[in-house]
């Protein structure tokens, strides 16, 4: 069965750089997530999109900002990158809202 | 706020031997539960999910959970671990349950190391 698909799966950057981390859920979800997991510790929710609008907001740093196109994938952009960034970066997918999601792979952005 | 706690950091059980997970949540209604399990450097993988019904609840890989009210529990289960079952497992929270497109809230984890 299909996936979600994130790509790139790896990332390094400097820090002040820019990043763009790309999100395809699986076919016929319209429901996309964004959580961070830093080094040891659990998944954090950042930001959803339900039909391409905004739906739920976590802890996301006003320096990031994210969307969802009308293809329903979903675009997390970073900005003024820092060290504490470094981050595994997880996108899932659901159909509808208040159902289970399922997760990508993650991107690993490393900030030097 | 919701929150979700996972006991145990750490747990060591022997192939073959039974296993049980904890998890307790903080929440004034019912929500939406989940277990996650996810290998070293790998997304998560989806266990199984409790949303109503019948309180015992049976996922992939032979997992189970029971979902009790009265405890605030999730606790996780299986009758027989494979060294394979080594991995992180996370407990997870939707809490508003309604109509939104919300973020899971996660216990901070429990490493399960299998002995051979």
């Known amino acids: 069965a299909a996936g979600v698909i994130q790509s790139p799966r790896h990332l390094i950057k400097e820090k002040r750089e820019t990043a763009t981390l790309k999100c395809y859920p699986i076919?016929?979800?319209?429901?996309v997530y964004w959580y961070q997991q830093g080094p040891g510790q659990d998944p954090q929710f950042l930001i959803s999109f339900y039909e391409k609008m905004q739906s739920d907001k976590g802890s996301i740093p006003d320096r990031f900002s994210a969307q969802q196109f009308s293809d329903y994938h979903s675009e997390l952009n970073m900005s003024s990158l820092e060290l504490g960034d470094s981050a595994l970066y997880f996108c899932a997918s659901s159909l509808g809202r208040g159902v289970e999601q399922y997760f990508g792979p993650g991107t690993r952005l490393t900030v030097t | 706020a919701q929150s979700v706690t996972q006991p145990d950091i750490h747990i060591t059980v022997s192939e073959g031997a039974s296993l049980e997970l904890r998890c307790n949540y903080s929440?004034?209604?019912?929500?939406?539960l989940f277990w996650y399990v996810q290998s070293p450097g790998q997304g998560l993988q989806l266990l199984l999910k409790y949303f109503s019904g019948d309180t015992l609840v049976q996922g992939i890989k032979g997992f189970e959970a029971e979902f009790k009210r009265s405890q605030s529990s999730f606790n996780l289960r299986k009758p027989s671990v494979h060294w394979s079952d080594a991995a992180e497992y996370f407990c997870a929270v939707d809490a508003d349950s309604g109509g939104g497109a919300d973020g899971l809230t996660f216990g901070k984890g429990t490493h399960l190391i299998i002995q051979p």
């Open positions: 929440y004034g209604a019912t929500p939406y």
């Open positions: 076919p016929r979800h319209d429901t």
